[in-house]
């Protein structure tokens, strides 16, 4: 599938031979976009054999792995001239130009060469697949192996090398999944992760399922970066230090994330499923702009930010002809199917950007878009996948269907100004197609569906519920289609904003779940993340809230407990929702202490 260029020239004058190929990084996201692939033949032609020595590079940012199948993974890293997050030899004001083959800048000539390995123990003798290639400043020196011959939920473990020597990169670890077909002997449990905003506070979050080692592998719904300007309170500035619009601006922020130290060690112990939401190219992104960018400069900012992310993160591009395409699915076992998708970045229709509770800003407008049956949050491309992988996966008979969805996905009314839903952003100013999937979950009959989402900065768990089309019982759950966890933010603000405590988080929680049927628990106060433990016969999900991100720890308080029983989509009532006892927020028919 990938060509391997044996390069005549650099091989000669050194002992070292690899391949560009090899590097995926050279042919993520797409092997044919006019500016978004990097042109191979170009990069080996200008190698003049010129390599970087040992000595003059480093592992600058630890390792990574993602996308684990049952017998492959991406294995991530970078190999860099300097410790910087990008080569210092680049243009100095940040206006690197996204490569054009005869136009674009060619910061450095050199090349580094890497090896990795990938082993079943430690340390490292028991080598299942090893390979080396080169990397560049072309694709920010970062390097993305595809390690095959792997067997089906295994443990393995890797380290990346520079070539024939012994300066090693961090350890890692990483799991394959379970084969499509294989009966999962034990529960697999997830930490899944939103907005982690670097400047507001540490990534504590990241950091304490490594020190439990409390799962298998972590997934991220999106805001992964912010391209904000910094503005810390705690000396956490990342660079540069102003809003990004570059690739070098993308390049560098997603360096200085990756400096994160239980960043970094989440990474390395886990194997990762991302995908992106707004903020990894910029506030409120739809298809055609964001909050403050549009037309020529949103088109340059999204290429640059879409580019830096597939060089950063340890992803796949499973479609290479659809340089934006993210969506994409995991089979783990006959426990579950995973489907990641992109109600953001692919093919969304015009969304709020700026005003709120339908005031202000383009609000108005908005609202009288939001019940045409033209109008997708994510295409109908990826409308039409989506619905047949929930077919297939009903059909096959995997036990459950977990969706990784960027939005909060439930109706959230606040019955102030009317009764209308008030964050237009999320799937609530998509109405037609939250219908269609609801449609497609009765008419399929599919069961045991879940739903998992991250953006908004506070948790909601609710019963799955198609509101005005299918009756509820809020005390019951009767009628619901299945059950949706939403989680806080890795560290990004509260809405109720960052000064806490604020004594109108409860009320407020309290508020909402009255005003809400299906909205079973809510909290405004924690930041945290969660982590779900999924059985053939059961799912649970546990709520943890990080009391301070100002300072690095590994506190955690245990907020709240859901089950899930197989064929009941809804939340387990034992004796009511949660077991009847939250630490935080507020909860139906249950109590906070
Ligand atoms: C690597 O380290 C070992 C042990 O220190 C040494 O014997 C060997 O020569 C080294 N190999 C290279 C390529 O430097
Ligand atoms: C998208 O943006 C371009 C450039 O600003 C504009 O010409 C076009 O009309 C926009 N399309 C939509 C659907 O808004
Ligand atoms: C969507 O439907 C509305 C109302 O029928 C129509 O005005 C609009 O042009 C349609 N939009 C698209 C993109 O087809
Ligand atoms: C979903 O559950 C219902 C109720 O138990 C059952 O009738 C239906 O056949 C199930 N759907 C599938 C696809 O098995």
Same mark, same amino acid.
């Given at each position: 599938m990938f060509y391997h260029l044996a390069l005549g020239a650099l091989a000669a004058a050194s002992a070292v031979e690899a391949s560009f190929a090899r590097n995926l990084a050279y042919s993520s996201?797409?092997?044919?976009?006019?500016?978004?692939? &990097?042109p191979l033949a170009h990069v080996s032609k200008r190698q003049t054999g010129d390599l970087f020595t040992p000595a003059e590079v480093d592992f600058t940012h630890g390792v990574a792995s993602g996308d684990p199948y049952a017998d492959s993974v991406i294995l991530w890293t970078r190999l860099a001239p300097t410790a910087d997050s990008v080569a210092s030899d680049l243009v100095p004001d940040g206006v690197v130009p996204i490569y054009e083959d005869n136009g674009g800048a060619e910061p450095s000539s050199k090349a580094a060469c890497v090896e990795f390995k990938i082993a079943t123990d430690l340390p490292l003798s028991n080598v299942v697949d090893k390979g080396r290639a080169y990397t560049t400043?072309? &694709? #920010?020196y970062t390097v993305k192996f595809e390690a095959n011959h792997l067997e089906p939920f295994t443990t393995y473990y890797y380290q990346f090398n520079v070539c024939d020597t012994n300066k090693t990169s961090p350890l890692g670890r990483t799991k394959t999944i379970p084969s499509k077909t294989q009966k999962v002997d034990r529960n697999i449990n997830l930490a899944v992760y939103s907005c982690s905003n670097y400047p507001n506070g540490y990534f504590n979050a990241y950091g304490n399922p490594v020190r439990? #080692?409390? &799962?298998?592998y972590v997934l991220h719904l999106g805001?992964?970066? =912010?391209? =904000?300007?910094g503005d810390s309170k705690i000396g956490r500035?990342?660079?540069? #230090?102003r809003e990004i619009y570059s690739l070098y601006d993308y390049r560098a922020r997603h360096g200085t994330y990756k400096t994160d130290a239980d960043l970094q060690a989440s990474h390395a112990k886990f194997a990762w499923i991302p995908v992106w939401d707004d903020h990894e190219v910029a506030d409120n992104a739809w298809k055609n702009g964001t909050v403050n960018s549009n037309g020529d400069v949103f088109r340059k900012r999204k290429q640059a930010a879409v580019r830096a992310y597939f060089e950063w993160m340890p992803i796949r591009q499973v479609d290479m002809d659809d340089s934006l395409r993210i969506w994409r699915s995991f089979s783990l076992g006959t426990l579950f199917d995973l489907m990641m998708v992109d109600t953001r970045q692919y093919d969304r229709d015009l969304t709020v950007l700026g005003g709120a509770l339908g005031v202000g800003g383009n609000s108005p407008e908005v609202e009288k878009l939001v019940d045409l049956e033209n109008r997708t949050v994510m295409g109908f491309r990826q409308e039409a996948w989506l619905y047949d992988q929930l077919t297939q996966s009903s059909e096959r008979g995997a036990a459950w269907r977990l969706v990784g969805n960027q939005i909060v996905f439930s109706r959230m009314a606040l019955g102030i100004l009317n009764d209308r839903p008030f964050n237009r952003d999320q799937w609530d100013g998509y109405l037609a197609n939250r219908d269609r999937v609801y449609r497609h979950l009765a008419t399929h009959q599919i069961n045991n569906t879940v739903m998992l989402s991250g953006d908004s900065h506070a948790s909601w768990v609710s019963d799955l519920v198609w509101n005005d089309k299918a009756p509820y019982d809020e #005390?019951?759950?009767?009628?619901?289609?299945g059950v949706e966890f939403a989680g806080s933010a890795v560290s990004s603000s509260s809405p109720l904003g960052k000064d806490m405590p604020n004594p109108l988080t409860k009320p407020l929680s309290q508020y909402l779940i009255k005003k809400n049927p299906e909205l079973q628990w809510q909290d405004l106060f924690y930041r945290g993340y969660f982590e779900l433990s999924i059985g053939y016969d059961a799912l649970q999900a546990r709520f943890f809230g990080i009391p301070d991100v100002r300072v690095r720890s590994d506190d955690e308080i245990l907020l709240a407990t859901f089950v899930v029983n197989s064929g009941e989509n809804k939340l387990a009532r034992n004796p009511t929702v949660g077991g009847g006892v939250a630490r935080a927020g507020a909860l139906k028919n249950g109590k906070v202490r």
């Open positions: 996201p797409s092997r044919r976009h006019p500016t978004l692939a &990097v400043s072309d &694709v #920010d439990k #080692d409390s &799962v298998d805001d992964y970066i =912010y391209e =904000y300007k500035t990342p660079l540069p #230090d #005390d019951t759950g009767a009628g619901a289609f």
